[in-house]
């Protein structure tokens, strides 16, 4: 059964660091991994998508990147913001079906 | 496009109680799928369907019933309320597997916060 996990479960940084988020899953036969932004009492917006085929995304700010072979994707924020504050979580397609896997996140905090 | 809506945001029920909880999408999407979200326990999913007449059980289906008669329409009954359900539940729309790259980025809807005493 795969398994996903995020570490830390909460970073709290000041405005303006560089940072990064990861997230490892226990089944390397994903189809693609999915960052996702929540905050709080909203829904998940999709930040970035990964197929299997590749190393990274990038969105403005935000670079994804994936190691299929090590069970591990990092998230990077450049130039953190006040506005970045939010619980972002991965999540991961099974190459057999339709569901996702998610991680339970990491809490974000960026100070001014 | 109003992307993935959901009804009621907000619900309180007593146990033994049902409703169904709505969900709707306007980009021709043709998998949709519920899900709770639970303090310590993340998303889990709890059905799912890949087009109009198809659905199929996620990781937590009991307790709950879906249909899709309708590609825009994807709605979750609860039958028999229980306080173990009392979460937030998220509707979720994608294109199929089969549509490319890109095709698969899954939208949200802004969540159900259902209450059972």
């Known amino acids: 059964k795969q398994e996903v996990t995020q570490i830390p479960a909460a970073l709290s940084v000041p405005e303006g660091e560089n940072l990064v988020l990861n997230c490892s899953f226990t089944?390397?036969?994903?189809?693609?991994l999915q960052w996702f932004r929540q905050d709080p009492g909203k829904g998940l917006t999709s930040l970035l998508l990964?197929?299997?085929?590749?190393r990274e995304q990038t969105s403005g700010r935000l670079n994804a990147s994936l190691d299929k072979s090590s069970g591990r994707s990092t998230l990077y924020i450049a130039a953190s913001q006040p506005g970045d504050s939010a619980t972002y979580l991965c999540a991961v397609k099974e190459t057999s079906g339709s569901r996702l896997t998610f991680g339970e996140g990491t809490q974000l905090t960026v100070n001014p | 496009n109003a992307g993935v809506t959901q009804t009621p945001k907000f619900q309180v029920l007593k146990t033994g109680q049902s409703m169904t909880l709505q969900c709707a999408q306007d980009?021709?999407?043709?998998?949709m799928s519920w899900y709770r979200q639970d303090p310590g326990m993340g998303l889990r999913l709890i059905h799912y369907?890949?087009?109009?007449?198809?659905?199929d059980q996620g990781e937590v289906p009991n307790g709950y019933n879906v249909s899709r008669s309708t590609t825009e329409d994807f709605p979750l009954r609860l039958l028999s309320a229980a306080p173990s359900q009392t979460s937030v539940y998220f509707c979720?729309?994608?294109?199929?597997?089969?549509?490319?790259?890109?095709?698969?980025?899954?939208?949200f809807g802004p969540g159900t916060r259902l209450l059972v005493l």
């Open positions: 990964i197929q299997s085929s590749q």
């Open positions: 979720a729309s994608s294109y199929s597997i089969s549509s490319g790259v890109g095709g698969e980025t899954q939208y």
């Open positions: 089944d390397s036969a994903i189809y693609n």
């Open positions: 369907s890949v087009g109009a007449g198809i659905t």
């Open positions: 980009m021709n999407h043709e998998y």
